[in-house]
């Protein structure tokens, strides 16, 4: 079956860096666009980043311009989020999302990121 899993989430400083993974099976990743999304508390999901099936096309939230870096390995079905500069506001759980022209959609389960001193 469809599994999306992310890893990578914890505690870190201020200023701190992290990097997400998000490991998936049961589709044909390389046919998938990838994204990252995330939600904190009270707050609506947003987008952080998001990757073309290709890897050709990116696309990022305001906050994660210049911060984040999202990147994909189709050979280990895996989409990576790379998150320097880490900021209190960034505290959040964050989600992977597989997208298909089709309309096919998957998410995983979060991995929880905590910015604090």
């Given amino acids: 079956q469809v599994q999306l899993v992310e890893s990578g989430g914890g505690l870190v400083q201020p200023g701190g860096s992290l990097r997400l993974?998000?490991?998936?099976?049961?589709?044909?990743?390389?046919?998938?666009?990838m994204a990252w999304y995330r939600q904190a508390p009270g707050k609506e999901r947003e987008l952080v980043a998001s990757i073309g099936s290709l890897g050709d096309t990116r696309d990022y939230g305001d906050f994660a311009k210049g911060r984040f870096a999202i990147s994909r390995d189709?050979?280990?079905?895996?989409?990576?989020?790379?998150?320097?500069?880490?900021?209190?506001?960034?505290?959040?759980?964050y989600y992977c999302k597989a997208f298909h022209y089709s309309g096919n959609t998957f998410w995983g389960r979060g991995t929880q990121v905590t910015v604090s001193s």
């Avoid at 993974?21 to 666009?33: E, L, N, Q, R, V």
């Avoid at 189709?74 to 759980?93: H, P």
């Fill in 74 to 93: 189709d050979d280990r079905n895996t989409v990576y989020l790379q998150m320097n500069n880490l900021k209190s506001e960034d505290t959040a759980m």
């Fill in 21 to 33: 993974s998000c490991s998936a099976s049961g589709f044909t990743f390389s046919t998938y666009a």
